[in-house]
């Protein structure tokens, strides 16, 4: 067993981990690990194929979508919203573009607000889940939250912003959000096993996400949307996350220019020792690109560096069950 294998083992039986880890170079997996039960009453194991949900990490595909569209000229990033959105959501100002909402400097207000501090377990959607379905259906969680600041002025992380922003993209291309991550994404990227699902029609091979309550296997179904949009619920394999790392940088999804673009910091996050592009994580220095989720029942995170190909990816089905392996990849990986 390699050193790299030996560490993720012992942080993994240490924390009761469950989940899948992730490394590879250019495609050349050099480790590939599961652990843990996708489904403990039916007790059934992980596997290096199994589905997660991945929610906010599903930012960057929503954000690949809009600069396709950017790119084919059906959108652009000085776009103002309200162009789209006509009299819907009319809190939204006047002056809040695209490239705004990808960034998260729009100013408008969350229907997620994490600066909230909710508690992980907490039903915090005003709607019962099953009646967000389509993006359109999100109209009725999104409207009512004032802006909390001038767009364009400062960061604020805006889980509503990105529902906004596939609002926009299906009204701009006339095809439903989730259909536009399937063409433009998905396909491009040979994503087989990735997708929007409904919740109360599961996919084969998708593991169940389970919250931290002591003493009990509680799921996170009543916790999530019945289906996702833009700014969480896709769920994905490791390595169907590898092969957008790959399609991303090759050029596959969008033009190398416009990756570029995305990838260009546009905050400094202090708080988070980060930076933002468009709908990616930046570390503090270096090339790295990061992709990180977290909700009811799901963690996440995909570091890519595309000077050297080396893309490393842990997902979880537990709320918090990523980060001990994540970080400890990250450290060996970066040293």
Not at 47 to 52: A, D, L, Q, W
Not at 127 to 151: I, M, Q, R, S
Request: with cysteine.
């Amino acid at each position: 067993m390699s050193q790299l294998a030996e560490a993720v083992d012992e942080v993994a039986g240490r924390t009761g981990f469950s989940g899948v880890v992730s490394v590879d170079r250019g495609g050349d997996v050099e480790l590939v690990a599961a652990y843990g039960l996708a489904d403990r009453a039916a007790r059934v194991p992980n596997t290096p194929g199994t589905r997660f949900g991945i929610a906010s990490g599903v930012k960057g595909m929503t954000a690949a979508v809009v600069m396709s569209l950017v790119e084919d000229g059906l959108l652009g990033l000085g776009t103002a919203a309200r162009d789209v959105l006509g009299a819907d959501l009319p809190l939204i100002g006047d002056a809040v573009t695209v490239e705004q909402l990808l960034a998260h400097r729009s100013g408008i207000g969350d229907y997620f607000d994490e600066d909230a501090g909710h508690d992980i377990t907490e039903h915090v959607l005003p709607v019962p889940v099953h009646e967000l379905l389509d993006t359109e259906d999100y109209l009725k969680v999104l409207g009512g939250h004032p802006a909390k600041f001038a767009p364009g002025t400062r960061f604020s992380y805006c889980n509503g912003g990105y529902v906004v922003l596939a609002l926009i993209a299906e009204r701009a291309a006339g095809v439903p959000f989730h259909e536009l991550v399937t063409r433009r994404v998905c396909t491009p990227a040979g994503m087989a096993g990735t997708g929007f699902h409904r919740s109360d029609e599961p996919p084969p091979g998708l593991a169940t996400g389970y919250l931290p309550i002591a003493g009990a296997d509680r799921t996170n179904v009543f916790h999530l949307p019945v289906r996702g949009s833009g700014d969480g619920g896709i769920s994905s394999t490791v390595a169907d996350v590898s092969a957008f790392w790959r399609a991303l940088t090759a050029g596959r999804i969008l033009p190398a220019a416009r990756v570029a673009e995305m990838l260009e910091p546009r905050s400094d996050v202090p708080g988070e020792q980060r930076r933002y592009g468009l709908g990616f994580w930046l570390p503090g220095t270096g090339p790295a690109v990061i992709l990180e989720g977290y909700d009811a029942g799901v963690s996440f995170r995909s570091v890519h560096d595309p000077g050297t190909a080396l893309t490393y990816t842990v997902v979880s089905n537990t709320s918090d069950g990523a980060w001990p392996v994540a970080r400890r990849l990250g450290e060996l990986l970066t040293s």
